[in-house]
T-cell receptor, first 111, second 113 residues
Framework: KNQVEQSPQSLIILEGKNCTLQCNYTVSPFSNLRWYKQDTGRGPVSLTIMTFSENTKSNGRYTATLDADTKQSSLHITASQLSDSASYICVVTPNDYKLSFGAGTTVTVRA | KAGVTQTPRYLIKTRGQQVTLSCSPISGHRSVSWYQQTPGQGLQFLFEYFSETQRNKGNFPGRFSGRQFSNSRSEMNVSTLELGDSALYLC????????????FGPGTRLLVL
């Protein structure tokens, strides 16, 4: 069973709207949790990194939250743009550094 | 600074052959990690090299191996290729000193026929 579960698997939103992606994990203890954005045909690009003691981290229109008690993280995209169409991957780094990746959420932004 | 580069970008091999992929990290980065990405399994960690030593390893068979050179460039080798090895192979570099960001290359897309 994957230790990092992301939902939804995919979503479609209209340009300018907001959306929230979910990441539930069972990896424990962990060193950090990261969100990556991966455009089609390209390598992932880091959006945010949070240690277990951080609750929120922002990067422009992207805001990640972390609740270590419930083992949940979310990535909120504000005022979506067409360029936000991509796959968003949640990655948890346990203390032994054997990274656990979520399957990703595919976001499609339509004009 | 130049980003992470990977060569070749695309590769077609047949079953039983072997393949070597190359990754050049960002200048100054000492850690290089390799990942396999497939539609069904998502991103999976292969191994990480730091200062020419394998520091961490994922759960892949011994057919997958790698090495890192003194200039931090890294190579990954897959022997006795299987159809299931068809995937996008990504490498990522980082300073290697803690919680810093990993920067990914564009990947090498391998197709095994």
């Amino acid at each position: 069973k994957n230790q990092v579960e992301q939902s939804p698997q995919s979503l479609i939103i209209l340009e300018g709207k907001n959306c929230t992606l979910q990441c539930n994990y069972t990896v424990s203890p962990f060193s950090n949790l990261r969100w990556y954005k991966q455009d089609t045909g390209r390598g992932p690009v880091s959006l945010t990194i949070m240690t277990f003691s951080e609750n929120t981290k922002s990067n422009g229109r992207y805001t990640a939250t972390l609740d270590a008690d419930t083992k949940q993280s979310s990535l909120h995209i504000t005022a979506s743009q067409l360029s936000d169409s991509a796959s968003y991957i949640c990655v948890v780094t346990p203390n032994d550094y054997k990274l656990s990746f979520g399957a990703g959420t595919t976001v499609t932004v339509r004009a | 600074k130049a980003g992470v580069t990977q060569t070749p970008r695309y590769l077609i091999k047949t079953r039983g052959q072997q393949v070597t992929l190359s990754c050049s990290p960002i200048s100054g980065h000492r850690s290089v990690s390799w990942y396999q990405q497939t539609p069904g399994q998502g991103l999976q960690f292969l191994f990480e090299y730091f200062s020419e030593t394998q520091r961490n390893k994922g759960n892949f068979p011994g057919r997958f191996s790698g090495r890192q050179f003194s200039n931090s460039r890294s190579e990954m080798n897959v022997s006795t290729l299987e159809l299931g090895d068809s995937a996008l192979y990504l490498c990522a570099s980082s300073l290697g000193e803690g919680e810093e960001t990993q920067y990914f290359g564009p990947g090498t897309r391998l197709l095994v026929l």
